[in-house]
């Protein structure tokens, strides 16, 4: 039984010029292909002219160059828009744009549901199934700059969040190539800065991206101290703020100039209190943060509230006066559940509720 064919876009260019050579083609191959599947948006081989009609019946012989189908695509009133896309048959993911005046924010997703299982959030509550590959992950790119009309002359998307579905550092080995992709010259060209990842705190993890690909860096937290952090976040069990904020410093030293984004999701009475605001900016005074709060979004089944307007823009004024840049994230696509918090996608869930953070591979990655 053949073998199924392997998806182009699961390698970066180092992996792409190994598979080329692998071929008896030279490295060049690599960023040609690129330049065809992510430029173009091209992915029929046989549209890739520069290729030798041998190379080209060889890939289609062989490979694939493939994007999941979309299922369905929600426009907000306030021009935020959701893609759900199919990954396999049983699950599905979401992606979301979000249109500003002067920039167009992409957040994508990197799997297929959540093990961490934040109480505040519909993704972790919805379970979990599986990694997304390196191949669904950048096709969540691909497929937005298609329906957007995104091209290097005109970027409707100018910066990408690993924020939708999913920790992205439990799935790293499938996360660092897209990273690549993202900003490579011969994928999409985003600059380091414009690329952010968003954690709940994996800090092996933190660790390695701080080793591996220069981008931007998101923490979410969600409280200043363990105590609360635990009930939020259940990982604060294993790496607690103290390790999690010492993992960031060296993230901000490593990279030079760089500030750490701090997402603090405001829950009515649960961790909006002025107390929580003043211990935020103590824990925070050391390290260089921008603070995004986020309103809580509701979702079907929780028990948690938004926090009142007033409480909010009491906890931004405490923040400022600790001298911390702070700003309150304003809420977009609620009404297509696409705002923070509010993905959930379609899919099976495998996770016994009991046992997630378990199941996460830690470590340093080879």
């Given at each position: 039984m053949k073998d199924a064919p392997i998806n182009l876009l699961d390698y970066d260019r180092q992996g792409l010029e190994a598979l080329f050579l692998?071929?008896?083609?030279?490295?060049?191959?690599?960023?040609?292909?690129?330049?065809?599947?992510?430029?173009?948006?091209?992915?029929?081989f046989a549209a890739f002219s520069n290729f030798s009609k041998t190379l080209r019946a060889q890939l289609a012989d062989d490979y694939i160059a493939q994007v999941p189908d979309?299922?369905?695509?929600?426009?907000?009133?306030?021009?935020?828009?959701?893609?759900?896309?199919?990954v396999d048959d049983v699950n599905a993911v979401e992606t979301v744009y979000i249109p500003e005046k002067n920039r167009g924010?992409?957040?994508?997703?990197?799997?297929?549901?959540?093990?961490?299982?934040?109480?505040?959030?519909?993704?972790?509550?919805?379970?979990?199934?599986?990694?997304?590959?390196?191949?669904?992950?950048?096709?969540?790119?691909?497929?937005?700059?298609?329906?957007?009309?995104?091209?290097?002359?005109?970027?409707?998307?100018?910066?990408?969040?690993?924020?939708?579905?999913?920790?992205?550092?439990?799935?790293y080995k499938n996360v660092l190539p897209a990273l690549n992709i993202m900003r490579d010259d011969f994928g999409f060209g985003f600059a380091n800065k414009r690329v952010t990842v968003s954690t709940a705190g994996l800090v092996p993890y933190i660790n390695q991206l701080n080793q591996d690909a220069d981008v931007s860096l998101a923490i979410s937290l969600h409280a200043p101290y363990d105590e609360l952090r635990n009930q939020l976040v259940p990982l604060n069990k294993k790496y607690n703020i103290a390790t999690l904020l010492d993992s960031c410093k060296n993230f901000v030293q490593n990279k030079r100039k760089a500030r750490i984004t701090i997402e603090y999701t405001l829950i009515d009475g649960m961790n909006d209190l002025p107390e929580h605001a003043h211990a935020l900016g103590k824990l925070l005074k050391q390290l260089p943060t921008k603070i995004n709060l986020i309103p809580f979004n509701p979702f079907p089944g929780t028990a948690f509230k938004q926090s009142k307007p007033q409480n909010i823009e009491r906890f931004k004024e405490i923040c400022m006066k600790h001298g911390l840049i702070t700003t309150v994230r304003k809420t977009r696509g609620d009404d297509i559940d696409a705002a923070c918090g509010q993905l959930a996608g379609d899919f099976m869930d495998r996770t016994r509720r009991s046992a997630t953070i378990k199941k996460i591979p830690l470590g340093v990655v080879a």
């Open positions: 692998e071929m008896g083609e030279q490295r060049f191959r690599a960023s040609q292909a690129m330049k065809w599947i992510y430029s173009e948006q091209q992915l029929d979309m299922i369905s695509e929600k426009v907000s009133k306030d021009g935020t828009v959701k893609w759900l896309l199919k924010t992409l957040c994508v997703s990197s799997q297929v549901g959540c093990t961490l299982n934040c109480t505040f959030c519909a993704t972790g509550a919805q379970g979990f199934n599986r990694h997304l590959t390196t191949a669904e992950i950048i096709a969540q790119v691909w497929v937005a700059a298609k329906q957007l009309g995104h091209t290097a002359q005109d970027r409707k998307i100018t910066n990408i969040v690993m924020m939708g579905m999913g920790e992205p550092l439990a799935n």
